[in-house]
Antibody, heavy 121, light 108 residues
Framework: EVQLLESGGGLVQPGGSLRLSCAASGFTFSSYVMSWVRQAPGKGLEWVSG????????YFADSVKGRFTISRDNSKNTLYLQMNSLRAEDTAVYYC??????????????WGQGTLVTVSS | EIVLTQSPGTLSLSPGERATLSCRASQSVSSSYLTWYQQRPGQAPRLLIY???SRATGIPDRFSGSGSGTDFTLTISRLEPEDFAVYYCQQYGSSPLTFGGGTKVEIK
């Protein structure tokens, strides 16, 4: 059974940093593209960042480019999102999502339950 | 960036009725790389349809997707109580990946 378990969310002040983790199991993690998708309270879904199966290629939404970095440790089956210079508008539930494809970006066939990030003073 | 516009914003229907949801793209979605998700309150999104018309594993056949180019449709043939939720479309034909704003299907 595929499982994605996010952690690391919490309350942070504007300008602060936070690192999210996503522990994956039930599939060959190193074979798949992975992404982070967020959802602000009461709002829709926004793709944030993606990473190739090897970790060699990374992709970001314009709204987070230069502030967020994505990485993965295939030996630990774990995906990360380092978030710096956080703003109030980054407040959201952050989901880890598994891509259906092994290269490029497609749609997401498995999602974690999400971790809430609140940026507020 | 491809902008996806979903309509209507809210659909009020009764169990057993047919639901038709629209997703319109600001430019053509290549290879019909269009996906539909269902999101129930307090839950993560669930993949329903990919490639515009292919049902994901375990999705009941009352859900169907159609369309190409800029106009796509999700149809739920007979609404079951568990189908009342928010539905999102997403395109993966070009970068960045984008989602529509969602359609809420509520009980009338």
């Amino acid at each position: 059974e595929v499982q994605l378990l996010e952690s690391g969310g919490g309350l942070v002040q504007p300008g602060g940093s936070l690192r999210l983790s996503c522990a994956a199991s039930g599939f060959t993690f190193s074979s798949y593209v992975m992404s982070w998708v967020r959802q602000a309270p009461g709002k829709g879904l926004e793709w944030v960042s993606g990473i190739s199966s090897s970790g060699g290629s990374t992709y970001f939404a314009d709204s987070v480019k230069g502030r967020f970095t994505i990485s993965r440790d295939n030996s630990k089956n774990t995906l990360y999102l380092q978030m710096n210079s956080l703003r109030a508008e980054d407040t959201a539930v952050y989901y880890c999502a598994k891509d259906r494809w092994t290269s490029g970006h497609s749609s997401f066939d498995y999602w974690g339950q999400g971790t809430l990030v609140t940026v507020s003073s | 960036e491809i902008v996806l516009t979903q309509s209507p914003g809210t659909l009020s229907l009764s169990p057993g009725e047919r639901a038709t949801l629209s997703c319109r793209a600001s430019q053509s979605v290549s290879s019909s790389y269009l996906t539909w998700y269902q999101q129930r309150p307090g839950q993560a999104p669930r993949l329903l349809i990919y490639g515009a018309s292919s049902r994901a594993t375990g999705i009941p056949d009352r859900f169907s997707g159609s369309g190409s180019g800029t106009d796509f449709t999700l149809t739920i043939s007979r609404l079951e109580p568990e189908d009342f939720a928010v539905y999102y479309c997403q395109q993966y034909g070009s970068s960045p990946l984008t989602f529509g704003g969602g359609t809420k299907v509520e009980i009338k």
